[in-house]
């Protein structure tokens, strides 16, 4: 019996039999990318094509256990990829239709490195974490907080975050950053440690998000 792996491994043994539920992940200039399937993409655009997908681990039965630069998990080997108007490639890229956005880059140091979100989030929201419904926007005033705060917050690996936070247990807040270009963004917050999936809060932020999660229950 086998199990798929994350953030681009899989286990020990080099060939699968049967099904394999991959999580649809890519790797581009040593940056890792996942799909975004919970955004509008009507928003944003294609820039200049920038290399195509050479290896699909779907398409071996023996596959290579760590990603390389083009390779896939789910895509079709020969699948173009092209910049995101507006986007660092190093956050963004077109995989053919699909939305991709970066989760893991070995260079960069802050969360706007990662996600190359300064000057560009527009709203903070909860949503459910059950079925992504909006729950509460942010305040103004707290909004825009959030956004000059958050993409200064200093870049973790998930892996090293995972480990000082002991898997990341604890209770969760699901939110939303929507763009000015409409296009949204999924991530989570963990109370007990007060910390995105690849940044720690600051204790301003982490007392502001504490803040507005009461409002939801105060309405």
Known sequence: MLLTGCAGKII???????DVDYASILQWNSVQYYDNTDTKLSGLSKGKAIGKI??????HRC????????????????????EVNGYEPSARIWAGDQLYEAYSNPAART?????????????????????????????PEANAIFIREFPKLEYIPQEELSKQTKSWVGNLYWMEIEMKDGSTSRITYNTMFPSFHSAYATPELAELIEQQRKLIYAR
Request: one cysteine or more; hydrophobic letters at 25%; a negative charge.
């Open 12 to 18: 020990p043994d080099k060939c699968l039999y049967g």
């Open 54 to 59: 050479t290896y699909s681990k779907t398409e």
């Open 63 to 82: 596959p290579r256990h760590e990603l390389q630069d083009g390779d896939a998990t789910n895509l079709k080997t020969g699948t173009q990829l092209y």
């Open 111 to 139: 969360l706007n490195d990662l996600l190359d979100v300064t000057g560009k989030i527009q709203t903070v929201r909860f949503i459910s974490g059950n079925d992504g419904s909006d729950l509460m926007d942010f305040t």
